[in-house]
């Protein structure tokens, strides 16, 4: 198939409501103020539905939902919770083209990347939780001949998600599929800017969760982020988002006394060393398009690899092979799957992007290809189309120290191999990175010297459940995508237990 | 030195949002989704601290809103000038303007040697 009908029209796989109301305790409700917001598709810039514009009213409303439902569902087996999220997995996977056009109608992002891994990762996701819920054993510690403490894994309660909208289902299972196996009630907050698409999940799978275990509050940040974010009546809060709002979640979470996980970006370094180019073969071509990754979702990817780092002694001839690469990037209508590169997700985004390709020019980084808004044509015109482009320049550059969220990657040289880690590592960042050589020495000295919780070796933009994903520095707090999630999500109940007849002989 | 500024366009969004809220702040944020963007709360909302630069005060008629960064990001944005600018847009994480339908943006110069 070539191209998909766009939702709404003729043929289409997949038909979104005009209007979506929060789902709360099982069924969907109308929103207390009964205020609704238009949502467009990055596709075209027209509005396809309309969304509840939550309140704190609602919010209450949801969490009334969760602690209704947490205490049975928190007592339910952990073979009937993997069960449950086993189910919701096949369904995803039976209904997988509908949910990717569905996506790539809310996101922008081209259907290619839908069907080949958005929904595919969020498939995996639940069926890898729900293995690892079964597997997870507490402990038994032997303090002494007659004293054992047993430590065993209980859920947190009733817990807060903020989604964001750069892949609003996957980034809404990596969420909720180690929170829900670890048997908590959720309250989710999808982004404003995607609000839809997680709702054609959830109408999907409504049935085979117990009301009231996921409840969706839709609304701005502002007025439902905020007070679902600073509620006392959540044991833990989630967010993935940028720095500011993170800081202000911990504020809030440091009121309530409750943890926080958080993953707030990055600016990560993709470092080319010298012997990449020694033979023109496979591994070249691989590397090559290591380096063209920075056009996946179009760069709208928290671990964009959005700086390249190329040993001088091959960067010519690197550059002009990663040039012509990124020149073959298809850009058209995201529905069409021979498409590589679709819409950035919303208006203001799209303006930031070309504010930061306008700050790199005057700082006097010089634009190798693209470096402008692309006009598609036809109903393409008034979406969100931005040209891949690709900068050189210096470190110290504003365009190589924040994060753009755009397909835009700043390039520059390194001496040598010291050279290259000081450059990786200048950055306020710290979540991923990308390594390539030839070398395996080299490859390893330097994924353990750069400062980053993911560092991709000979590849990168893979995000298989079980690799641990996460921030250092101002990236944030917490892993997700491994079983160590489920951690987050659960209290240690320890319990000390003695076994000894006998008085202490204190008093 | 003045290190910020603002559009016709955005003081007016901040006219209507002071109307609405009370007194302003900005945090320009870093990062990722809705980073890189000035974050507009009601003064105080936000607790800046040691960690914080106070990059200057934006008057709109008779009141101030001062304008903040994190001090690390501050380091690498020292040598540009800001203005906070105002486009159509949706979302960004807590900041006041989204419902509006309209989103703060900054747009940046570098600072002249005289500035400097």
Redesign the interface.
């Known amino acids: 198939m070539a191209k998909y009908a766009a939702p709404g029209q003729p043929g289409s796989v997949v038909t979104y409501r005009d209007r979506y109301d929060h789902f709360i305790g099982g069924e969907y409700v109308p929103p207390a103020k009964g205020q609704y917001f238009a949502n467009p598709t990055p596709v075209t810039g027209e509005n396809f539905t309309e969304i509840a514009r939550g309140t704190s009213e609602d919010v209450d409303r949801a969490l009334d939902a969760a602690h209704g439902a947490s205490r049975a569902w928190g007592r339910t087996s952990v073979a009937e919770r993997a069960n449950v999220l086993n189910k919701i997995a096949d369904r995803i996977e039976a209904n997988l083209e509908m949910l990717a056009v569905a996506e790539t109608w809310d996101n922008g992002k081209a259907v290619r990347e839908t069907l080949a891994a958005d929904l595919p990762l969020a498939v995996d996701h639940f069926r890898y939780f729900a293995g690892a819920l079964r597997a997870q054993e507490g402990g038994i510690s032997q303090i002494d001949e007659d004293l054992v403490a047993y430590h065993l894994h209980e859920p947190l309660g009733v817990v807060a998600q903020i989604i964001p909208w750069n892949f609003p289902i996957l980034m809404a299972v990596w969420k909720l599929a180690p929170a829900l196996a670890a048997g908590n009630a959720v309250v989710l907050k999808p982004a404003e800017q995607t609000p839809a698409s997680i709702h054609v999940l959830m109408e999907l799978i409504a049935d085979l969760i117990p009301p009231g275990v996921l409840n969706i509050v839709n609304g701005f940040g502002v007025e439902a982020g905020k007070p679902l974010a600073s509620s006392r009546r959540i044991a833990k809060v989630a967010f993935t988002g940028e720095t500011t709002t993170g800081r202000l979640i911990m504020q809030y979470a440091s009121e309530n006394i409750i943890p926080v996980t958080l993953e707030l970006g990055g600016k990560s370094p993709n470092v080319f060393f010298s012997d990449v180019a020694s033979q023109r073969d496979a591994f070249y071509d691989k590397a090559l398009e290591g380096f063209t990754m920075f056009a996946l979702n179009q760069g709208e990817v928290c671990t964009c690899p959005s700086r390249a780092l190329i040993q001088s002694d091959i960067y010519d001839g690197f550059m002009g092979d990663a040039v012509e690469r990124t020149r073959a990037i298809k850009q058209g209508h995201p529905l069409d799957t021979e498409t590589m590169m679709g819409a950035q997700a919303s208006n203001d985004q799209l303006e930031k992007i070309l504010s930061y390709i306008d700050i790199g020019r005057q700082e006097g980084a010089r634009v190798l290809t693209g470096g402008e808004r692309a006009d598609l044509g036809g109903e393409l015109s008034g979406g969100y189309y931005v040209t891949p482009t690709i900068f050189e320049g210096d470190n110290k550059m504003r365009i190589f120290q924040e994060e753009i969220f755009g397909p835009v990657v700043s390039v520059t040289q390194f001496s040598d191999y010291d050279d290259a880690m000081k450059t990786a590592n200048d950055t306020l960042y710290g979540l991923g990175a990308g390594v390539w050589s030839r070398d395996g020495s080299v490859a390893y000295r330097a994924g353990r010297d750069i400062q980053a919780g993911r560092v991709w070796v000979n590849n990168y933009h893979a995000y298989p459940a079980h690799a641990a994903f996460g921030g250092y520095k101002q990236s944030g707090i917490g892993r997700e995508n491994h079983k160590m999630m489920l951690d987050h999500y659960q209290q240690t109940k320890n319990l000390l237990v003695s076994y000894s007849p006998n008085a202490l002989g204190f008093f | 030195m003045p290190r910020v500024a603002l559009t016709p366009e955005a003081a007016d969004v901040l006219r209507g949002l002071r109307a609405d809220h009370g007194d302003l702040m900005f ?11 000035p ?1 507009c ?1 009601l003064a105080g ?3 800046t601290g040691s960690s914080d630069v106070h990059l200057g005060d934006l008057a709109v008629d008779e009141f101030v809103i001062p304008v903040w960064m ?1 001090a ?2 501050f380091e ?2 020292s040598h ?1 000038h800001l203005t906070i600018d105002v ?10 303007e ?2 509006l ?1 309209v ?1 703060f ?6 600072l002249t040697d005289e500035e400097l």
Do not use: K
């Open positions: 945090h320009q944020s870093g990062g990722c989704c809705d980073g890189s963007a974050m709360y909302e936000f607790r994190s690390a990001q690498y944005w540009t486009v159509p847009g949706r979302g960004s994480g807590f900041s006041l989204a419902p339908g989103r943006l900054v747009r940046s110069r570098l």
